[in-house]
């Protein structure tokens, strides 16, 4: 079958955010759009360039990940750069209140990136999977999800960390909380475009989970599951702060990467003989041992919340995708 050429979504003007005019003094964000096509941005212009005619699945998916990673970095650096020039701990309150709306809104913005760039993305692999183009829309960040991530990020952990520590050391941890939530976030807008495509496309038969390297093993485990069947549950993706793991669209046809048979095969290999608890015990002590990364904790509220680093899991973590997991034992 010859390989039909990618499709490219139009360049429209966008209203992005930009802090350096919405906010005084210096400031280190600017448009994500400007600084990439400048070359400046943590995105080469090349990535964003008209795929050739012979591109490979494999290689559109690489370049996707290396989009979607890079987006999720540039929304902390930019969170970082404000909370750092903005924040006065001495007066955690106004300042905040002064920055709390632009955060808001450039958060907003690089999710806004994240969902336009998946859709893109997903176009292209139906397209080059044998299927006709089709529209595929972008998902919006609900302005109650936005809020509470935030605040509960920045001053919900500065007044829980202020009992323990001094105002500098607790303002430092509730900017690095939000920072990670920023990116979180705008990693969600990517994750939730495809899901939400897959789960709406007859085409599409599942997506699987792509793990970046030194991925925890709750994150491993998840991606041994395999294909998540298109389903209402198969749009959420459980993800927590600092996870680079990205969903790939599977359509009819097609089957699941060899990754995710390997780590399926390594899951039967370690959980041999065990279920529930044990095995997922077993798992992810052979990981840690193996691998050298920590669970995270991911449950669904962690997502929303942002909690969750560290910690080791149990037995909820799973009850999202238990209905649509396929190739492992309960």
């Not at 995105?43 to 998916?61: E, I, N, R």
């Not at 919006?140 to 202020?162: C, W, Y």
């Not at 990364?293 to 899991?313: D, H, K, M, P, Y």
Request: glycine share 8%; with cysteine.
């Amino acid at each position: 079958m010859t390989t039909p050429p990618a499709i490219v979504r139009d360049s429209k003007a966008s209203s992005l955010v930009d802090p350096t005019r919405a906010m005084p003094g210096p400031v280190v964000a600017s448009a994500l759009s400007d600084s990439i096509a400048a070359g400046t941005g943590p995105v080469s212009p090349t990535l964003l360039a008209p795929l050739p005619g012979d591109v490979s699945l494999l290689t559109l998916g690489q370049m996707y990940r290396q989009r979607q990673i890079a987006i999720a970095l540039a929304a902390t650096r930019a969170v970082a750069s404000l909370w750092a020039r903005h924040i006065d701990p001495a007066r955690i309150a106004d300042s905040w209140g002064t920055l709390r709306d632009v955060v808001q809104r450039l958060v907003q913005q690089y999710f806004s990136a994240a969902s336009a760039d998946s859709a893109s993305f997903y176009g292209q692999m139906r397209v080059m999977s044998g299927y006709p183009a089709t529209r595929v829309p972008m998902v919006q960040l609900p302005r109650k999800e936005l809020a509470k991530v935030i605040d509960s990020q920045s001053m919900g952990t500065f007044f829980h960390n202020i009992k323990t520590v001094d105002e500098h050391v607790a303002a430092q941890s509730a900017g690095q909380s939000l920072e990670a939530a920023s990116g979180r976030l705008a990693l969600k807008g990517g994750r939730q475009t495809i899901t939400e495509a897959v789960a709406q496309d007859p085409k599409a038969k599942g997506w699987e989970r792509v793990i970046a390297p030194g991925a925890c093993s709750f994150c491993s485990m998840l991606a041994s599951r395999g294909a998540v069947y298109r389903s209402r549950e198969s749009a959420k993706f459980l993800a927590h702060d600092h996870c680079h793991c990205t969903p790939l669209p599977l359509f009819v046809g097609q089957a699941p990467s060899q990754t995710s048979k390997d780590l399926a095969a390594e899951w039967q290999r370690v959980t041999r003989g065990k279920s529930g608890v044990n095995a997922r015990k077993a798992w992810q002590d052979y990981w840690e041992a193996n691998n050298g990364g920590r669970n995270s904790g991911a449950t669904e509220s962690a997502q929303e919340a942002g909690q969750g680093n560290g910690e080791r899991f149990g037995g909820s973590e799973l009850s999202n995708q238990a209905a649509s997991r396929i190739g492992q034992p309960g």
